[in-house]
Each structure stands twice: as C-alpha cells, then as structure tokens.
C-alpha cells in the first residue's frame, strides 16, 4: 500500500506534471470506486489544476475549486503518460479504474493520467468534492506526523493515553496520518521497540527514540522519493526497507534473520535481536502464543 513517503512523492511529481493544465475528460471504469454522486465527476471537465496535494494518504488535485480526490488503497497506483490512448475503456474489463485527459498548454501537450489497480479485491476509492474535508477518511484523519506541530509532547501524549500495541497505534489514521504497515514495521526497528509493546506502557527514553527514528524514517524515504517520476516510486521505497518484506534474510544492523508475524491479510516483520532481545513472536496464524 502506498504510505505517506510515496504519496507525497506522487503529488510532487503529478503537481510539476499538471499544474495549469485543463482536464479535457473524465473516464470512470470502476463505478464501485466512485463514492461521490454530487457534484458529478463530469463538472471537473474544462477546469485547471490548481495544484495536488497530500493529505494523508489521500491525493488531493484542485482543479479550479472541485476536488478530485482519490486513495490507492492496497493494490492501486498512478500511471502518468505524455501520450494517452484514446481507444475507450471496457467497463470492469481492465485494471484502470480512472481515465483523465489533460491539454497543457504552456507545451500543447495532451497528457493523461490512469488510476489503476491490480487484483481482484478492489478497495481503491474516488470522491469528487467541493472541500477535501467532506471525504469522510480526510476528516477523521489523526495529526500530520511532519507536521511543526507535531513535536515530541504531542506524540508522547498520545501514547500516553493510549492502550493499543504499538504496531496498531502507529498505522491508525485517526490517531496519527500516514504511516501504514511497511513505515511503521521500518520505524519500530529503528527504534529498536517490539511491535508488540504497549504504547502507553513506553517511558520516556523509549518514546523520545521512537519519535526520533519516526522522524527520521519518514523525512528520509520522503527525501528518497522526491523529484522521481510515478513509475520508479514503488521500486524507490522497497530499496530503503531494512526488516519490511526481508523475512528470512540478515537484518542490516545486527546480521540476525529478520522475522514474520502473520495475521489474516497482512503481516509484521521485525528482528529479534534488535526489537524483542531475541525472543521470537509467535505468528498469529497459529494457535501457539508466546508470552
């Protein structure tokens, strides 16, 4: 699933792509992806991008005060192109949920950009919306963790109050924006912290190197995807993980086998050594729990 670090990188390069084009066409292919009916998605036709922004894990492209408004979900990405097709689409016949047709004038080029999805479980979701807040995911949004705002205070009072495991704190939206399995598999070996551990239970030292290695996680692999184009960006953020998707090979830091807890549809990775002073966590596929 595209985090925080790719998604900003994708608004990056769709808003130097976009930004003063006209949107000559709206193709939708998925009407299961389209959650919004008012204003339709065809009063977009005709208006200039304004600008594209991160919000979350959302994409937010402002087009002369409608939004469009889209989240990747799990399997979903953006596929930019200098020359669109302009054979039609095949309803539910293709893995592109989302055609856009732009003119950009300052070059007369007629660019496009394509939602798609791969997979049969399709979870990507599009809103067409006069303010970004009324997508009910961008409102209960939690704090932006780059924010100014969100200093080191701010995140340990959130831990404070907190009784959730670590692992399940970091990836809930309404509690801090962003950060998804892979970010916060990478922060929690940073910070050399059990995915397991109770947040509220953390002390002090402990929460000042988990919002250190936060930071520093999520500023470098937003730094590694700056300025590179939709179609490198996947391959960008699997080169920088040290434990996410590496089961079975040699943690960087200490040499010891990173391993894998698994749940229904997605799993952990972490390394013993460095996170859980070399107890194995037992996979939650099984019956057999560690304590």
Known sequence: MPELPEVHGLCMYLDAQLHGATLTEVRINSFSALKTADPPYTALEGRTVQGV????????????????????????????????????????????????????????????????????????????????????????????????????AAFAAILKSSPQQIKGLLRSQSVIAGIGNAYSDEILHAARISPFAIAKSLDQETVARLYQSLQEVLVGAVNAAAGKPSSELKDTKRSNFRVHARTGLPCPVCGETVREVSFADTSLQYCPHCQTNGKILADRRTSRFLK
């Open 53 to 152: 922004q991160r919000i979350g894990k959302f994409v937010c492209v402002d087009l002369d005060g409608l939004f469009f408004v889209f989240h990747l979900a799990k399997a979903g990405w953006v596929r930019y192109t200098e020359h669109p097709s302009s054979a039609g689409l095949r309803m539910g016949k293709s893995n592109i949920s989302a055609r856009l047709l732009f003119h950009r004038a300052s070059d007369d080029a007629h660019i496009g950009m394509d939602l798609t999805e791969a997979g049969t479980k399709k979870s990507l979701a599009i809103y067409v919306v006069r303010d970004p807040q009324e997508v009910p995911g961008i409102a209960t949004l939690g704090p932006e963790p780059l924010s100014p705002d969100f200093d080191e």
